[in-house]
């Protein structure tokens, strides 16, 4: 969700900047096209992600399946 949520925000920056610049809306929304992820460059979030490592790990158990953890420090692009 956060991700979507600086996603959308990173748009909106974008927009506003390049209206400043004196962008025409026309040109940046195909600008933002072309930036827009495609769908197979997001099928990680259609990955059931579970959020709580003990739940995780409760899963894992009950599944006998391996555990997966991905630690951040605040965003998804800082490991």
Not at 10 to 23: H, I, P
Request: proline share 4%.
């Amino acid at each position: 969700m956060s991700k979507r949520w600086s996603l959308g925000a990173g748009s909106v920056v974008a927009l506003c900047a390049g209206l400043a610049l004196g962008q025409s809306e026309d040109k940046l929304s195909r600008i933002a096209a072309v930036a827009r992820p495609r769908a197979d460059e997001v099928k990680w979030q259609k990955v059931p992600w579970i959020g709580d490592l003990a739940e995780g790990q409760r899963v894992a158990r009950a599944e006998r399946r391996p555990l997966f953890i991905w630690a951040t420090a605040g965003t998804l692009d800082r490991c």
